[in-house]
Structures are given as structure tokens and as C-alpha cells.
Nanobody, 114 residues
Framework: QVQLVESGGGLVQAVGSLRLSCAAS????????MGWYRQAPGKQRELVAS???????KYAESVKGRFAISRDNAKNMVYLQMNSVKPEDTAVYYC????????WGQGTQVTVSS
């Protein structure tokens, strides 16, 4: 079993910064990718950023140039640096890990005030 625990969410003012962390533990055999999704009230869950074991990153258009994803392969951790945040970034952020299947964290709330 694999467990993912997010931290770092909270309330931040617009144009501020926030850093999310996600720690993976358990029976991890081969990590194929990690990343972050988010879900805002009344909206579908959307991919925010992803990163491969080799460090290849992808971002949603809405966060390009503002967010940066990184990972520590040795520690099985993934991070999301959120800069110049906007009220529309308000959502529950979920980290995920791809091993033989998708594993999800419990989510961390990010609220951006205007």
C-alpha cells in the first residue's frame, strides 16, 4: 500500500506565494510519475503539473510561468511552488503518484484571497 500526505496549503493573498509538499511512503516499487491535480468547487478535477522520474515537466496553461513542480526521487517527494497566485487558483490540491496504478493524497486546501 502507498500513502501520500500533502502539506503546505492554507490561505494566501493574491500575488503571494505558497509551497505545497507531498510525501510518498509505503510499498513503492517503481515510480513512473508524480504530480498535482486540483479541484475547485463545482468544477472538474484538472491536472496542474506533472513531473517524470527524469525531470520532464508539464503544466496546465493557466499556471505556466507561475507554478513550478519539482521532486526528490530519493525521498519520494514532490513539491509545487506557487507564485503570483490568483483567486482562481483556489481549490483542493491533490498530489498523485503513478506506480502500477494511480495513488492519491487526501488533498490540501488552497484559498487565495483578492
Amino acid at each position: 500500500q502507498v500513502q501520500l500526505v500533502e502539506s503546505g496549503g492554507g490561505l494566501v493573498q493574491a500575488v503571494g506565494s505558497l509551497r505545497l509538499s507531498c510525501a510518498a511512503s509505503g510499498s513503492i516499487f517503481s515510480v513512473n510519475g508524480m504530480g498535482w491535480y486540483r479541484q475547485a468547487p463545482g468544477k472538474q478535477r484538472e491536472l496542474v503539473a506533472s513531473i517524470t522520474t527524469g525531470g520532464i515537466t508539464k503544466y496546465a496553461e493557466s499556471v505556466k510561468g507561475r507554478f513550478a513542480i519539482s521532486r526528490d526521487n530519493a525521498k519520494n517527494m514532490v513539491y509545487l511552488q506557487m507564485n503570483s497566485v490568483k483567486p482562481e487558483d483556489t481549490a483542493v490540491y491533490y498530489c498523485y503518484l503513478i506506480d502500477s496504478r494511480y495513488y492519491w493524497g487526501q488533498g490540501t486546501q488552497v484559498t487565495v484571497s483578492s
